[in-house]
């Protein structure tokens, strides 16, 4: 059975003392109301990632990096490796976010670099895919985001893709208060799993979790996580609440 995620992408938002005490929040309401059917993630800034990790029950919350480099170690001011990650206790890794891609020029490439560094330093990958309005609009949203696939995680044994999971990002509802209508989500993680299907088989795909990211909230989550190919949410402003983000956990 696909496991259900709710994960947190708390961006570049909280000061190391306002995410513990965010992070302590969701593990109290978690270990209060139960959903020990989900899987929660908390995405927290690298400043942050040890101090959380030592703040939450990990065999109830588990603690992801929103990035890591494309190079194993060496002279790369600034970046933090897949085995520095590793090492703070964090268990996931978001990769391929739009706003990685977009603002920081990340490439089919160099994420592919990222992500086989990941899984050979025991990280889960979260891999991100979606188009922005204009795609949308032209009605070439399937193609392009399978291309995105394909140009990355299709290059993977299947052994190694069953270690990652997936989550759509609708760029064009990213932040914008707009969400894609429940049948949206639906039709794109259906595509996106047939593509699985496809690639690596029945099997693989049925085991693939499958996220939804864009503007999910506690009214919405419920609709949206009804829908049989939708396994869960990355949740971004959302997160930053420790009760509207339960809310959303409790959308299941």
């Known amino acids: 059975m696909r496991q259900k995620i709710v994960a947190g992408n708390w961006k570049c938002n909280t000061t190391l003392q306002e995410g513990v005490e965010l992070a302590k929040a969701v593990d109290a309401l978690v270990a209060k109301e139960g959903a020990e059917d989900v899987v929660v993630v908390l995405g927290t800034p690298f ?7 030592d703040s939450v029950n990990t065999e109830r919350i588990g603690v992801a990096a929103q990035n890591c480099a494309a190079e194993a170690s060496g002279a790369f001011t600034g970046e933090v490796s897949a085995e520095m990650v590793k090492s703070t206790g964090a268990e996931y890794v978001i990769l391929g976010h739009s706003e990685r891609r977009e603002y920081y020029g990340e490439t089919s490439e160099i994420l592919n670099k990222k992500v086989a560094l990941a899984l050979a ?25 399978v291309k995105q696939l394909e140009e990355t995680v299709f290059q993977l044994s299947a052994d190694d ?27 794109m993680h259906a595509n996106i799993r047939a593509a699985i299907t496809a690639k690596f088989g029945e099997e693989v795909a049925e085991g693939t979790s499958i996220l939804y990211g864009g503007s999910c909230n506690p009214s919405n989550a419920n609709e949206l996580f009804a829908n049989k190919d939708v396994d869960g949410g990355l949740i971004g402003g959302a997160s930053l609440k420790a009760e509207d983000f339960l809310g959303i956990i409790n959308g299941f």
Not at 47 to 53: A, F
Not at 128 to 137: P, Q
Not at 161 to 187: C, H, L, M, N, R
Request: proline share 3%; with cysteine; aromatic share 8%.
């Open 47 to 53: 400043t942050h990632i040890t101090k959380v990790v």
């Open 161 to 187: 893709f069953k270690k990652i999971v997936i989550a759509y990002e609708p760029i064009w509802a990213i932040g914008t208060g707009v969400t894609a209508s429940s049948e949206q989500a639906q039709d």
């Open 121 to 145: 330093n025991g990280l889960t990958p979260i891999y991100c895919c979606g188009e922005a309005l204009d795609i949308r609009e032209a009605g070439t949203h399937n193609e392009y985001v």
